[in-house]
């Protein structure tokens, strides 16, 4: 599970690595262990932690999921740990919220500073929401969270795609808590 979770390899790529040390499994089992223990892994991991920074910053990007268009959300702290991953269809004020209240409730706290791009979505998510935080909005300001976009990339550029939401939504949340355990 850590292979794979922390490496971008894929499911037979693991069971290569395990067959030369004599262990033998098949990539279906090892997928099966993925989502079983995965998430067990990744809510120990995210308990480990410390706070977060009080800068957040957000972005969403696009991923194709069954030739579908979704949209990735995300929220990196100044340090570049990833606080939350969200997937949506829509890229829309009712996401923006999705994705805040999920932060503000796991979290437990709410940021300083606001970091994000110029999409409207937040500032009127950030209202609705009367944070009372500094929301700091302009090119180039955001560049924490879009540099983070590189390993998710690379990841699914790997496993040739999402296969549903769900599954993606999974995957992500156990390689958010890992890649932040590995990457400082």
């Known amino acids: ?14 069971e290569e690595l395990l067959a030369e040390r004599g ?24 308990r480990q932690r410390g706070r977060p ?7 969403e990007m696009f991923v194709r999921i069954r030739g579908r268009w979704m949209y990735l959300w995300r929220a990196v702290d100044a ?28 979290q437990g706290m709410a940021p300083a500073t606001l970091v994000t791009d110029r ?12 944070l009372s935080s500094e ?19 690379r990841r699914e550029r790997k496993m040739q795609g999402f296969r549903s939401a769900g599954s993606a939504q999974r995957f992500l949340a156990i390689h958010a808590a890992v890649a932040n355990t590995f990457t400082t």
Do not use: C
């Open 135 to 153: 929301h700091v909005r302009g090119k180039r300001k955001n560049n924490r969270a879009e540099s983070s976009h590189v390993p998710i990339r």
């Open 23 to 46: 262990i033998t499994v098949s990539y279906e089992t090892i997928r099966v262990w993925v989502a079983r223990f995965g998430p067990l892994i990744a809510r120990r991991l995210r």
């Open 79 to 106: 340090e570049g740990e990833i606080l939350d991953v969200l997937v949506q269809s829509k890229r829309n004020k009712r996401a923006a919220l999705r994705l805040m209240r999920k932060l503000l409730k796991k």
């Open 119 to 130: 999409l409207g979505a937040y500032p009127a998510a950030v209202r609705e929401l009367g």
């Open 53 to 59: 920074s009080d800068t957040w910053h957000l972005d």
């Open 1 to 14: 599970v850590w292979l794979y979770a922390r490496f971008t390899l894929s499911l037979r790529d693991v």
